[in-house]
């Protein structure tokens, strides 16, 4: 089993900037790839961003591209998000995510955090 933690929600006004972090702890090379998923009140839950456990492979939702980037500290079983220039349509619950391979997280999953971006 892979326990995920997410902190680093929280409120931030268009145009600012939010760090996300995820902690893994328990069976981690289980959790080869990491990742962040993201579902606002009313929709599905939707992918935003993913990386392999060497960081070699990154990938991200089209409309992130160029404003977030995802990255791991494997020495500290550490996934991070760094989210500029948000907008409010970034609002949503984010979700920490693991698995074998960048397309298929979703073995475990994290509580999630609160990310709001006022207008």
């Known amino acids: 089993q892979v326990q995920l933690v997410e902190s680093g929600g929280g409120l931030v006004q268009a145009g600012g900037s939010l760090r996300l972090s995820c902690a893994a702890s328990g069976r981690t090379s289980s959790s080869a790839a990491m990742g962040w998923f993201r579902q606002a009140p009313g929709k599905e839950r939707e992918f935003v961003a993913a990386i392999s456990w060497a960081g070699g492979i990154r990938r991200y939702k089209d409309s992130v591209k160029g404003r977030f980037t995802i990255s791991r500290d494997n020495a500290k079983n550490t996934v991070y998000l760094q989210m500029n220039s948000l907008k409010p349509e970034d609002t949503a619950v984010y979700y920490c995510?693991?698995?074998?391979?960048?397309?298929?997280?979703?073995?475990?999953w994290g509580q999630g955090t609160q990310v709001t971006v006022s207008s």
């Open positions: 995510a693991a698995g074998g391979q960048v397309t298929t997280l979703g073995d475990y």
